[in-house]
């Protein structure tokens, strides 16, 4: 004689499947949320916290090449209003890559009461969150000797070409993180 599943078994099964159907609709509506137009700018600002703030921006400056615009303070009000911080007040120091309203910027700070701990920067698997940035450059070549220059060597064995043609660089800044440097190398 054939066994049936339980009504128990077959509720469950149930359940199960308008909850898949469910998450699967709510993904599909996840997708098309926003639209290109839907943002004042194509640019993405972002901030690292550093452990010595005025090395990171002399390390951003002088070795990669970006030009500090400005710096402002947030209170530690708006900072933990937002959820930024949990009443810290902070600096900021703008610094941008190239010129004009689509620049790119980054966004540096440290909090002296309240320093943060470090990551595990040994390689870009070894924590989660953003890892690493790149930068694109017009001649990887005097990029690599300005970062050796400043004592910030190659994580490889020199530059490493790529598959389009280009060159690749990584190097790491003063609290560890990652920069790609990537372009090719100018013709003589």
């Given at each position: 004689m054939p066994q049936f599943p339980s009504l128990k078994a077959v509720t469950c099964a149930a359940v199960l499947g308008v909850c898949l159907f469910a998450l699967t609709g709510a993904?599909?509506?996840?997708?098309?949320?926003?639209?290109?137009?839907?943002?004042t700018s194509t640019t993405i600002d972002f901030g690292i916290v550093c452990s010595d703030v005025?090395?990171?921006?002399?390390?951003?400056?002088?070795?990669?090449g970006m030009t500090e615009l400005d710096s402002f303070d947030v209170d530690a009000s708006l900072a933990q209003a937002v959820g930024?911080?949990?009443?810290?007040?902070?600096?900021?120091?703008?610094?941008?890559?190239?010129?004009?309203?689509n620049a790119s910027k980054m966004k540096l700070m440290e909090f002296k009461k309240a320093p943060g701990k470090?990551?595990?920067?040994?390689?870009?698997?070894?924590?989660?969150?953003?890892?690493?940035?790149?930068?694109?450059?017009?001649?990887?070549?005097?990029?690599?000797l300005r970062m050796i220059a400043y004592g910030s060597m190659p994580l490889s064995k020199g530059l490493q070409?790529?598959?389009?043609?280009?060159?690749?660089?990584?190097?790491?800044?003063?609290?560890g993180n990652f920069v790609e440097l990537v372009g090719p190398k100018a013709k003589k």
């Amino acid at each position: 004689m054939p066994q049936f599943p339980s009504l128990k078994a077959v509720t469950c099964a149930a359940v199960l499947g308008v909850c898949l159907f469910a998450l699967t609709g709510a993904k599909e509506k996840v997708k098309s949320v926003s639209k290109p137009g839907d943002f004042t700018s194509t640019t993405i600002d972002f901030g690292i916290v550093c452990s010595d703030v005025e090395r990171s921006v002399d390390f951003y400056t002088q070795a990669v090449g970006m030009t500090e615009l400005d710096s402002f303070d947030v209170d530690a009000s708006l900072a933990q209003a937002v959820g930024l911080s949990d009443n810290q007040a902070f600096r900021v120091h703008v610094l941008v890559l190239g010129k004009g309203e689509n620049a790119s910027k980054m966004k540096l700070m440290e909090f002296k009461k309240a320093p943060g701990k470090k990551s595990n920067q040994d390689f870009i698997h070894s924590t989660l969150g953003m890892r690493y940035t790149t930068i694109f450059v017009k001649d990887i070549a005097a990029a690599n000797l300005r970062m050796i220059a400043y004592g910030s060597m190659p994580l490889s064995k020199g530059l490493q070409e790529i598959p389009d043609g280009r060159f690749l660089g990584v190097y790491r800044d003063p609290d560890g993180n990652f920069v790609e440097l990537v372009g090719p190398k100018a013709k003589k």
